[in-house]
């Protein structure tokens, strides 16, 4: 038999001895889990961020394993530990709204459950570090082979993030940077499959790109050129052939972004 | 039987190669080894944070694990490597100090080696990279299950860092920050179980902290907020609720950091 | 038999979730795979950092390491991936010149192959995400067993980059920064085997460094000394003791290097 994934996903940096504590805590459960860091330079407190990371990599684990997510403002506070199972995954974390958009494109509910049996948890729970002394142990545990329905109740009530939904006007498409990604790629709300024809031009915080062009990726065009395209999520990009559109554009999460005239 | 761990924390960053061939060089040693990254972002020559660093992470881990820690601005020079047993763990460390705090409160004194027997070692040895040349293959050695004993002598004497110790002045408690984590978080050298009361006012580097309370965790108040708490490590923390208290009181090791009235 | 070694270099940085993604495409392939983290922060598009970082990084793996390398900026454009076997190792990079350093001192030429061969990709391959489409999955079935040449057909023409070398002028030798370190110490071209004797002087970019010693390693002096001394790589480094040369003398790559008197 396999030995189990645990997979990592948090904002504590690695300058902090937190991840540190997680990994000794899950491997004294479970010294067979295998750890995998999937990011620990979630922006701090970063729970929309999260939430578009999350949705871009859980769904291509093998069906199973177990994802750790601690990146939790509300720590020690009333919000909920949630063990989610959906699409395969098994996933642990603050029911803080991180999950909205990995479960938003199921077809199917999750099951949902509030983790509150701490037979489980770390003798003493802090008030600031669950990640070390529930959310680590109770992964360990689950790999070992402790039934979900072990951890707490099952419910059907947890936090949502909204999500600004992109629209049409017109000709046009409009919509708003969702993601600013490590090369300053910013990547918009608008799904790629809407744009029937190439954007006459392309609007960012109401400006014209001038020059921007439409493409199929960024080595199409000389290092430098703003590009549009779409991003490998799936999703309208602005991005700038081996630069930062993010530092060009002095753009952000919340940018508006408009393509004219990129419907028939 | 399972496969062995090793740890590795240094401050050799990513963007170099030097991780890299740490890694290379355990797994042509023992295949069988499985690699766990603490950190790699140990401040360049941080002795000090990692000794904080160390102290809140070793002592989670299995027994029997071995932690490879290279902070090492000694290398090359008259500094010895140790390998140490301590609490169940296994630790290879440059004598400088910076397994000071995960020492000192141990209740039985550890078993500690200079690492001599250079067969264990690469063949040939750099004068600026013995985390590659010596850390490395006896990490790989000793996960083995080379007996401690083959890679040198005992001693008795190691470097030991100097901690400023908190004390109490009438009412108040009087210290400083040891450890700034990448929150922002100022975590002081003042244990948590002194405060015997919650402080009539706090001060950091002589200065009250206007509206600063003192809470059980960050949620508790509103974002933004100053906040006095228990860290996760037992000690007292002033922070900024989803803030960075680093930034916002200009603060970091050093400061000083006094409880007004917490003494009954 | 051993679970199989799969190692990552990319500059994906971590924040994003394109690490996460293509480690979950690997371990769906091939759940049994044991994934290395060399560094998700080569520079974007740091095609010779990356050169360099391979060079020093790929020797110390054992044998039949699979080594997966995306610094990939002519992602989705005519460049092809390559599958390269090579001292041992099996290298999956993108034909840009990534592993010109790490092939240059082989004593044997490698076996190079074009990745060719669709039915090892995902089914719906993005023209902006190879990493995850192709390189991981391909990774995958290596580690599986699939023979190298499943993979695409042979070719014997790939990109190598262009490299200043080190040249000697009198007693002196000439050459330039080719790599800055995390520490910022400056390494240059010219290999230490070169250098006779202590060099009279150093000169960085034309001026003479006051008082740079040369030296064995850097606790031969104080901390804030400028020294030279041979790398942990062989070449010829310029450092500040305890500091950050690149800093210190506003240098990078391509600043020239000059030892003044080196040779007899």
Redesign the interface.
């Known amino acids: 038999m ?1 030995d189990p ?1 645990i ?1 990592l ?1 948090t ?11 997680v ?3 899950i ?2 459960v479970n ?2 889990a ?12 970063g729970v929309g ?1 999260a939430a ?11 069906a199973g ?1 177990v994802h750790v997510v601690v990146v939790d ?7 909920a530990v949630l063990l989610v199972e959906a699409a395969g995954q098994r996933v642990l974390a603050p029911d803080n709204g991180c999950l909205t958009e990995f479960l938003r494109p199921l077809p199917t509910p999750p099951v949902v459950r509030r983790v509150t049996e701490a037979r489980f948890w770390r003798p003493s729970v ?4 669950h990640g ?2 529930i959310f680590a142990p109770v992964a360990g545990h689950l790999s070992l082979g402790v039934s979900p329905d072990q951890f707490g109740p099952l419910t059907d009530s947890w936090v949502r993030l909204e999500r600004p939904e992109a629209c049409a006007e017109g000709a046009d498409l409009v919509g708003e940077v969702v993601f600013v ?3 300053g790629n910013l990547i918009s709300n608008i799904p790629a499959g809407r744009v029937e024809r190439p954007p006459e031009r392309i609007e960012v915080a109401g400006s014209v790109l001038p020059d921007c062009r439409w493409v ?5 065009v000389e ?1 430098g050129r703003l590009v549009a ?4 999520a799936g999703l309208v ?1 602005v991005a700038v052939a ?1 630069g ?1 559109a993010e530092e060009r554009l002095r753009a952000g999460v919340g940018t508006a972004i408009r393509l004219v005239g990129c419907r028939r």
Do not use: N, W
């Open positions: 396999l994934l997979t996903t904002d504590f940096g690695e300058d902090s001895p937190y991840v540190a504590a990994k000794g805590v491997l004294s010294p067979r295998r750890l995998i860091d999937l990011s620990h330079q979630i922006p701090p407190q961020h578009f990371f999350l949705a871009e990599a859980l769904p291509y684990f093998p394993t403002p509300g720590v020690g506070g009333e919000r802090s008030s600031t570090f070390r002394d990604d490590h090369f199929r990726t960024y080595a199409d290092p395209l779409t991003s490998s990009e081996q930062s």
